[in-house]
């Protein structure tokens, strides 16, 4: 379960992710926490911060949802998150194949939120809603501190994370894993959900670091590790391998679709945009065209590390 302290008639866990401390709740006598959080416990924070967290989050089973103005919906492979408002707060409906899961209420700054779990509702599904009110969250609330959630695959090889962006179906787990059969030394760090900060080391030099995080897709790889960012790859298939260096507004495009983040809201949207501005302009991003084999993880990773 990690580190749980009682607070009032709450159990109360605190986590830090990427550097970002986060609090999550439930009412005691629940079994949340044992049946939803194992993936979070590599994150668990030993009480030591005492810094304002990013944000709290309050679990709560509920008999019916409210109901709210629907702005934007999103269905891939069957989850569908439905973005709306409520009284002005900002509103997810969690849904697994049409099936209710979880209603996240946020306030207007995102620091405070309530997940609604319908009771009854099984373990399976209230993780699904839980991982996702987290991860919707994180990647709203640290849009303001130079960090972005990326939807990508990474792999670790020297010291440094090599980052790969692409479209679901685009094939980042299987270089991912390619990298881990042909490039020895290389450990996968995630295989969906990174965190990119950046950040400025004591003599007020930007650096660029990749973390792990607790959400990796189908892969279960949750370690709570940081590294210096190698470099972003934006792979798309093709009968052949070819790579290049993006510069400029190339770059800057490649890395967008990739970072996940509430774009329709100015405040989230100029956050995110000085984020993905920096790294285009500072960070290494390469484009490769690739077969799913040997030769285009050897071919990227004699092009990417320096």
């Not at 409210?66 to 707060?89: A, N, V």
């Not at 760090?189 to 973390?211: F, M």
């Amino acid at each position: 379960m990690g580190f749980v302290q009682q607070k009032t008639d709450l159990h109360l866990c605190r986590y830090k992710v990427a550097g970002h401390v986060i609090e999550v709740s439930q009412k005691i006598g629940e079994n949340f926490f044992a049946e939803c959080m194992d993936n979070y416990i590599p994150f668990v924070e030993d009480g030591s911060e005492t810094g304002e967290c990013l944000f709290s989050l309050a679990v709560e089973y509920s008999e019916s949802f409210p109901e709210y103005t629907e702005e934007l919906r999103q269905d891939e492979e069957g989850q569908q998150i439905i973005c709306g408002s409520l009284q002005e707060k900002p509103v997810f409906d969690f849904r697994l194949q049409n099936k209710e899961t979880g209603m996240l209420v946020c306030s207007k700054d995102y620091k405070v939120a309530t997940l609604l779990v319908p009771v009854g509702c099984s373990p399976s599904l209230t993780k699904f809603a839980v991982n996702n009110a987290v991860m919707v969250l994180y990647a709203i609330a640290s849009a303001p501190y130079n960090t972005a959630l990326f939807h990508a695959a990474v792999v670790t090889y020297k010291g440094k994370g090599y980052v790969f962006l692409g479209k679901s179906g685009t094939g980042k787990s299987t270089h991912a894993r390619l990298w881990l059969k042909y490039n020895e030394g290389s450990e996968l760090l995630n295989d969906d959900n990174p965190v990119v900060r950046i950040e400025n080391d004591k003599n007020g030099e930007s650096l660029v670091r990749v973390y792990g995080s607790p959400w990796s897709g189908k892969t279960p790889c949750y370690k709570n590790e940081v590294c210096h960012l190698g470099a972003f790859v934006l792979l798309s298939q093709a009968p052949h391998n070819k790579i290049e260096r993006l510069r400029g507004v190339s770059a800057y495009a490649a890395l967008v679709p990739s970072i996940s983040g509430k774009r329709w809201e100015s405040a989230v949207a100029d956050g995110l945009h000085k984020t993905e501005n920096a790294l285009a302009m500072n960070a290494p991003v390469w484009h490769l065209e690739c077969l799913p084999d040997q030769e285009a993880a050897q071919l990227c990773k004699a092009s990417v590390v320096l």
